[in-house]
């Protein structure tokens, strides 16, 4: 399935003005539509496997920003600490941790967002509402001298119900806003909506969008 150039455009252009930036998750998707996109100026690419992202990085133009989005074992984070871009999926003290050295030994800040846990099932990952609240007011954050807390990451349900996504979506820009106020300065990221439901999650302040199936086609996972 070719990569789709008019909807990638057109997405773009519903960006721009908003001041959102597109993460295309090119998870599962061959280097070639990785450089479809590339070769029209675009960096930002999101996978959610450690060796499918490190193998593509190793491949593929240095200059391109790798979004970690998946869940990240504690185990795995020294392979993508050399030059991950910004992991969105932080969602324990523990992984905190251990990406903080890990960036020791790289000698170098690596960049995250906290996972907040919003939608009703219960197999999303991510801190709970109180959890993180917790977290950020403790100032427990402040010990991890190579992390960057850039902002706040969530997935809504799988649903199509507007008024739980919309519920959903609120919640956690209310946590964001909450957060941001204690945090200050380099906490301006809250990373939600995907290719179903990003138009709802840019209008309830969503500032970056992880967008996968729209731009590459649906995902086949049966390879
Ligand atoms: C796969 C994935 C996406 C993109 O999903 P689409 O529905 O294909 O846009 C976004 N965020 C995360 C965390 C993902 O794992």
Known sequence: MPVNIEKYQSIISELNPNKVQLIAVSKTKPN?????LYNLGH???GENYVQELVDKAASLPKDIHWHFIGHLQSNKVKYIAPFVH???GVDSEKLLQEINKQAIKQN???DCLLQVHIATEETKFGFDAEDIQELIQSGRLAQYANIRIKGLMGMASFSDDPSLLTKE??????IFDQAATHLGNP???LSMGMSSDYALAIRLGSNMV??????FGARNYSK
């Open 32 to 36: 070639e539509d990785i450089i479809e």
């Open 43 to 45: 960096r930002a690419f």
């Open 86 to 88: 910004l992991i969105h």
């Open 108 to 110: 170098r800040v690596i």
């Open 169 to 174: 979506f609120m919640s956690l820009k209310q």
């Open 187 to 189: 906490f301006t990221i």
């Open 210 to 215: 992880r967008i996968g199936s729209l731009l």
